[in-house]
Every structure is written in C-alpha cells, then in structure tokens.
C-alpha cells in the first residue's frame, strides 16, 4: 500500500477552536504545517509538541499590507502551499435596541477582509501546487 504523500498547510487562527483543533490533527497525521494567530504564546505550545513540523507565522490578517508580502518576505524558501484553512475569526454580541456600528466593522475586518487579505497572500503558493491529479483547496 502506498503512503499518502505529506502536505503543506496555512491554518489561520490555530491559536483556538476549530483552528488549534485542525492543527493538532492535521500534525498527528505528519502534515507540514503554518499555523497563524494573534495569540503567539498559544501557538508556542502547539509548535512545542510537533518542532519538525509546524512553523509559526505571525501575522495580521486584517493588515492588506502585510498580507500582501507575507510570504515573500517572512517565508521565501517557500514554494507551493497545498491548502490553507482559514479559521481566524471575532465574534462580538450587539444588544439591541443599541446597533454598534463599531462591532459589525471589527467583525467584517476579520472574518471577511482578513480572509480575502489570507487567500491574496497564499494564491501565488496555492498556484505553484497545481499539478496532473491534485488541485490545492481553500477552507473557510
């Protein structure tokens, strides 16, 4: 039987929830992994238990100028990504009748320009991936 070829991967927000629960897993199967959030020290204990495997990416999703050269500049040795999961995400509650117009834009900054501003970073890697048989994947 012929052993699945090991993958790369970008994980955003793998400081918590579904994203530290995806790297974890996806790092037990000995997948090569990125893993982004504004919580450093948590990403620390992940990358503590699989060293030869994950690398620490910190980062700003919300930043476009950031994620614009993310990777060429904090990463060059990188050549292809097969997949990214983009699980960075805010959640804040609005008690009406009071409508805070301030909490809808910090949550649209996040969960939805920060993972536009993520795909426009790893488009270039995820294109370098393309090959006969596999096509990488974007998860959101």
Request: one cysteine or more.
């Amino acid at each position: 039987m012929q052993k699945k070829a090991k993958k790369t991967y970008w994980i955003t927000g793998a400081s918590s929830g579904i994203g530290n629960a995806l790297a974890i897993e996806l790092a037990k199967q000995e997948h090569h992994l990125i893993i982004s959030s504004r919580r450093t020290d948590k990403l620390l204990k992940i990358a503590e238990q699989y060293p030869d495997q994950i690398h620490i990416l910190d980062c700003d999703v919300t930043s476009r100028r950031e994620m614009t050269t993310l990777f060429s500049t904090r990463m060059p040795e990188l050549e292809s990504l097969d997949g990214i999961f983009l699980c960075a995400g805010v959640c804040e509650y609005i008690d009406l009748p009071d409508f805070n117009l301030e909490a809808f834009g910090r949550v649209f900054e996040v969960n939805f320009q920060g993972t536009v501003n993520a795909c426009a970073a790893a488009s270039p890697l995820l294109n370098n991936a393309c090959e006969p048989g596999y096509r990488p994947f974007i998860v959101g």
